[in-house]
């Protein structure tokens, strides 16, 4: 199984983001993810790790839910 997890900006008001992203992985994954896990962070951070791999950064790509979602599906069942 897997964990995903999904660093947020507090302060800049990304919790919004954050749960659009949770709901995506959680209704494309669901039964095959262990935890889908919401962790605050500052200064415009918006990653998504799985099993602590970056799958996305604000810093280097463009928000965009289903991009997001494609980039955890390779990752979703292949943890031994």
Same mark, same amino acid.
């Given at each position: 199984?897997?964990?995903?997890?999904?660093?947020?900006?507090?302060?800049?008001?990304?919790?919004?983001?954050?749960? @659009?992203?949770?709901?995506? !992985?959680? =209704?494309?994954? $669901? +039964?095959?993810?262990?935890? &889908?896990?919401?962790?605050?962070? @500052?200064?415009?951070?918006? !990653?998504? =790790?799985?099993? $602590? +791999?970056?799958?996305?950064? &604000?810093?280097?790509?463009?928000? @965009?839910?289903?991009?997001? !979602?494609?980039?955890?599906?390779?990752?979703?069942?292949?943890?031994?």
């Amino acid at each position: 199984m897997t964990r995903v997890e999904i660093e947020y900006c507090v302060p800049c008001g990304m919790l919004n983001r954050a749960r @659009d992203v949770a709901e995506a !992985v959680l =209704r494309q994954f $669901g +039964e095959s993810l262990d935890e &889908v896990a919401l962790v605050t962070g @500052d200064d415009g951070v918006f !990653v998504v =790790r799985v099993d $602590g +791999e970056i799958v996305f950064d &604000v810093s280097e790509d463009a928000y @965009d839910v289903d991009e997001i !979602v494609r980039a955890v599906r390779p990752h979703v069942g292949t943890r031994a």
